[in-house]
């Protein structure tokens, strides 16, 4: 069975400039999260969507936002980029959205915002 | 809100040595429990889990405990290879709602010498 896939791998964007992630989970899960990893701030919940709903959402601004497609899978953009933003955003998913259900992760965009 | 704690490192230990890295929680009620390693350039793996009070959670020789009258869940290994040579996170699952957000500690960088 595939693995999360993310693309791209790797990007380099201006700042002021928006960006859209692609998050394709597992063949069968429905539920897809996004964290933002920093040095600075480690890993921090950015959404969480169950079957096209978004079901839960970080302390993050109003420029990042996201969606699920009937097929599962996600996007995630932010708008008017700011250097603050490069990180590394990681993907998850899972077949249930239920408690301690384990999540598996994509190998990550690393964003780079200059 | 919901946090976890863990001690920050870097740890270094030669081969064989034992682990031990630290974790303490602080939540309502009986969040799920994870530990999660990040190797170089990749995505997180889920290492074990435990979702309720004095579950151990093992995998790969690394034990962790639910501890809820310390609010704690130590990561141990009893002999450690280079391969254990890793980014490793304690984290948590909220004990309310359905939701699968994972708060997740600092991180532990991990080095494992020959």
């Known amino acids: 069975k595939a693995g999360v896939t993310q693309t791209p791998r790797y990007l380099i964007k201006t700042r002021g400039q928006q960006v859209t992630l692609s998050c394709s989970p597992i063949s069968g899960h429905r539920s897809v999260s996004w964290y933002q990893q920093t040095p600075g701030q480690g890993l921090q919940f950015l959404f969480e969507?169950?079957?096209?709903?978004?079901?839960n959402k970080g302390n993050f601004p109003g420029r990042f936002s996201g969606r699920q497609f009937s097929n599962s899978r996600s996007e995630m953009n932010v708008s008017t980029l700011e250097l603050g933003d490069s990180a590394l955003y990681l993907c998850?998913?899972?077949?249930?959205?239920?408690?301690?259900?384990?999540?598996?992760f994509g190998p990550g965009t690393r964003l780079t915002v200059t | 809100g919901d946090s976890v704690t863990q001690m920050e490192g870097p740890v270094t230990l030669s081969e064989e040595a034992f682990l031990t890295i630290n974790c303490t929680y602080t939540a309502t009620g009986y969040p799920s429990l994870f530990w999660y390693v990040q190797y170089p350039g990749e995505g997180l793996q889920l290492l074990l889990k435990a979702t309720k009070a004095d579950d151990k959670g093992s995998n790969k020789g690394f034990e962790a405990t639910y501890r809820k009258e310390t609010t704690s869940f130590h990561l141990e290994k009893g002999s450690v290879q280079v391969s254990d040579s890793a980014v490793y996170f304690c984290?948590?699952?909220?004990?309310?709602?359905?939701?699968?957000?994972?708060?997740f500690g600092k991180g532990t960088k991990l080095t494992v010498n020959p």
């Open positions: 998850a998913s899972s077949s249930l959205m239920a408690r301690g259900h384990e999540q598996y």
């Open positions: 969507y169950f079957s096209e709903t978004q079901r």
């Open positions: 984290a948590l699952t909220p004990a309310r709602g359905g939701s699968e957000k994972l708060v």
